[in-house]
């Protein structure tokens, strides 16, 4: 008995234990999140209706968040890294409750597209809280397997909330008799309270002294993704017979040329490039960018799939519950890949299971080329796609973190958010030219070919296939407990006299 008493205090006043009440908190933050991303999801004809748009104008919404994501995220994580995580999250959280009670009031297409835009700001929620609990489990020795576990659980309420906001949008809209400004108001409360809730319960990181913000560096980043993503999004619009789309691509693409440059210059730079190249950094990027064609840009294309009429030769004929239900198990798989990636990588290596985790993605959607034609066949592949899909959405910014050396770890994050949107929107430009190419072949005049899902479905599995082999260049012991204590050995040895 005194002996298990004398072991309590310390165990109170251990890093374990703050861990895992600021995972407490921070997964009241990821709930919030998945609320975002799932509430307004069944109300979108509704919300056409309240602006008087088109179907098509709502394409703008998605658009402007995903490019202010792209351009923010980077920034505020290395802000992160310079003044502290927490206050990071923070500001974020304000920005993002303030775009949400801008939407209430928001009447019209223009404010309520700058409203939609500016609430894109929670993107960068995940990456700083995988700042902050590496940071808690860096004095312990244990900080990468401490931060996968985390993430999984963040990941299982992210997807929770999303859940819990697909469910409740339609269902609050009908109890606030179709009034849209009061059914706005309940993602906008939930944020605001989720800020009290990061500033009394979640503890501040502690940031390296002395640096700098690269605002050249910043600048010049920017603007190369402000190109690349809109040139995306113009692609998306206009067709890929608009020359000047791809020259803006093109200019960004280039943009990189003299922002690698000038970052190799820098003492405190931007992105710290020679970490980036190092092979346990890199292929964790590229991978991101990759399983981003299927996590952001696949599921347009299976929902307008299932609920296609089989007159044409293909598709589910579901209608809209039908359509949410087979997202719901999409979802489900993605939470259970979440819980089950940190235990796989304690039994074989968090690298075995990155890459077990892509495979799985290729294998569900190759799935899709021989077996589409039954619901039940297209439940499991999407099952099979969610769970590695799941153990992707939350290990890949805890490997970064863990790749990453001290004062670096949010901005390693972030980029993995970073590279994911920039895959997910050429994916989505890619998949909406594919897609209305074929659609003069079909019976249904709003129908795609069956061709254009083929080809949509072999992308991401390719993809998926790419990430996999990428990640075999990856250290065998990469991502481990080991590797973060002697992580700031090379620091310590330079300043020795």
Known sequence: MSSTASRLPSLRGSAVGVTASLIGFLFLVEITSGILQGFYVPLIPDLVQHLGIRDADFNWFEAAQLLLSAIVVPVLAKLGDMVGHKRMLLLATVLTAAASWWLVAAGDFTSFLIAWALQGFYVVWLPLEVALIFDRGRRTGRAASQTRRAAGLLVVALEAGAIIGALAGGRVFTAFG???????????????????????????????????????????????LLLITSGLTFLRTNGPETWWVWALVALGALMFLPFGLFELRQPDPAIDLRVLRQPSMWPVQLTAGLVGISLLG???????????????????????????????????????????????????????????ATFLVALGYALFLPFHHESWQVVLNMAI??????????????????????????????????????????????????LFQGAATVVTATASSLSGYLIVWSICAGG?????????????????????????APAAATTAP
């Open 178 to 224: 179709e009034n849209v400004p009061l059914t706005l108001m309940v993602p906008a409360i939930a944020v605001t309270l989720v800020f009290f809730v990061i500033l009394f319960g979640v503890p501040e990181s502690k940031p390296l002294p002395g640096r700098k913000l690269d605002l050249v560096g910043f600048t010049m980043l920017t603007l190369a």
């Open 298 to 356: 696949a599921q347009v294309p299976l929902s307008t799939f299932a609920g296609t009429d089989p007159v044409n030769g293909y598709g589910l004929g579901l209608d809209a519950p039908g359509i949410s239900n087979l997202i719901g198990v999409y979802l489900v798989s993605m939470i259970v890949g979440a819980i089950l990636f940190p235990f796989v990588s304690r039994w074989a290596t968090p690298r075995v299971a990155l890459i077990g």
């Open 385 to 434: 796609a969610g769970l590695g899909s799941g153990a992707l959405v939350g290990a890949m910014p805890a490997a970064a973190a863990a790749a990453a050396p001290p004062g670096q770890t949010g901005i390693a994050a972030a980029l993995t958010n970073t590279t994911k949107t920039i895959g997910g929107s050429f994916a989505s430009a890619v998949f909406a030219v594919v």
């Open 464 to 488: 998926a296939v790419v990430a996999g082999v990428l990640l075999f260049f990856v250290p065998k012991l990469a991502f481990a407990d080991a590797d973060v204590v002697v992580a700031p």
